[in-house]
């Protein structure tokens, strides 16, 4: 039995707010785990990044998308070093 998440596992949006809910495996089956946008084919799309640029680029998305009310950025933001592709194993 595969996990089942609500928020993508490596920039934290909610996956039903991803395009076809979820990024898709390799398998062309659609993640459970990570967003469109972080995730295709199995692959992550920015594979080189760190939590702390995942951290960056999603404060700056959210000042895109009028979520500027920065005490919730930044608290939504400071979540993403715990979420499963960010955890040391």
Known sequence: MMEQFKNCQSCGM???KSP???GSN???TISNIYCAYCYE???FTNP???ASQMQDFVKKKMKEMG???S??????????P???RWKKI
């Not at 005490?71 to 993403?80: C, E, G, R, T």
């Open 14 to 16: 909610p996956l039903k």
């Open 71 to 80: 005490l919730f950025a930044n608290s939504f933001v400071k979540k993403i």
């Open 41 to 43: 084919s199995g692959q």
């Open 26 to 28: 390799t398998d062309g």
């Open 20 to 22: 076809n809910g979820g």
């Open 82 to 84: 715990s979420l499963k």
């Open 67 to 69: 979520f500027m009310m």
């Open 48 to 50: 080189d990044w760190t």
